[in-house]
């Protein structure tokens, strides 16, 4: 459905995607994980045909999104990272603004995004700037949908918004592909490339990995270690100076250590609490795609 072939952009001296390759499967749930400044809306700009590629190529359903730019528009449903809509319109009239943008009606779709707007059915006469930050995000989303698009783009949907709305997005999106959208979708969280049939990992431009969730996991192969508890700076700084430590960093409230050989632990142990560093909560843990893509980092 989506197929970006060998795709380059720089922004003057600064190269913002290098030659990217991805396919997109006709009703994939595709991610595209990467942290800001990773190239991850470049590319979605130029598939939404908002922006030019300076080299290679990217088609949609077998056009090109140059040649064919109106086809695509009419066939995507596109969700920037940064709220969008006419804040001075309510929700319905939104929504009845992008529905005869498209040529069509609110009452010729409705049942593409009834789940949806029946949460947003009680604030259908409030103006879209007076919204909380979900419903905004749900609004955003009949938006992009009325149409009946082929694909659905969403960039970063979900920064800025609290968790349980998070969690009530990404089943909106599962419910979407259940009924056979095809759906690319851009996150900094590597929490949400779970929830993804596949992902690719991006950084600084460039692709490091593109497989499901569950293959990058198992591809890591490494021994990987948690140091539980509220550790300094120096603790990290102390680790990476060790032998048998490849990397080392912070996660929440531990820090992941993975190692350059299996059954090094005792020695890692012994060697932290010979530097006065409580080890005890040393143990053996799997990998989880934040591990994967701090190691691709350094690795690729």
Not at 31 to 47: E, H, N, S, V
Not at 130 to 157: F, N, R, T, Y
């Amino acid at each position: 459905m989506i197929h970006f072939n060998n795709v380059y952009k720089n922004y003057e001296q600064v190269a913002a995607v290098q030659g990217i390759n991805i396919k997109v499967n006709s009703g994939e749930l595709f991610g595209l994980i990467g942290p800001d400044g990773a190239g991850k809306t470049t590319l979605i700009r130029i598939l939404t045909t908002l922006l030019l590629a300076d080299k290679g190529s990217v088609s949609f359903a077998e056009k090109d999104v140059v040649e064919d730019y109106k086809y695509v528009r009419n066939n995507v449903g596109y969700m920037p990272g940064t709220f969008s809509l006419y804040q001075d319109l309510t929700v319905e009239e939104n929504l009845n603004f992008f529905a005869s943008s498209f040529g069509t009606t609110i009452k010729a779709n409705y049942h593409l995004i009834e789940p949806i707007y029946v949460q947003l059915a009680p604030f259908k006469n409030r103006k879209a700037g007076a919204l909380s930050g979900g419903m905004k995000q749900k609004l955003a989303l009949c938006c992009a949908l009325i149409h009946k698009p082929q694909v659905l783009v969403l960039d970063e949907p979900t920064t800025g918004v609290d968790a349980v709305s998070r969690k009530e997005f990404w089943a909106m999106l599962k419910e979407l592909q259940a009924g056979g959208l095809t759906i690319f979708v851009s996150t900094p969280y590597m929490d949400e490339a779970e929830m993804c049939d596949r992902v690719a990992l991006i950084q600084e431009g460039a692709i490091m990995d593109t497989d499901t969730p569950a293959a990058i996991t198992a591809k890591f192969g490494q021994t990987l270690l948690a140091l539980q508890g509220k550790y300094k700076q120096s603790t990290i700084d102390l680790l990476r100076t060790m032998s048998h430590v490849k990397n080392a960093f912070p996660f929440g409230d531990s820090i992941h250590i993975t190692l350059t050989e299996s059954g090094a632990k005792n020695e890692l142990k012994k060697q932290l609490e010979a530097q006065g560093v409580d080890a005890s909560s040393l143990k053996e843990i799997d990998p989880i795609i934040e591990d994967c893509f701090m190691d691709l980092m350094t690795t690729v």
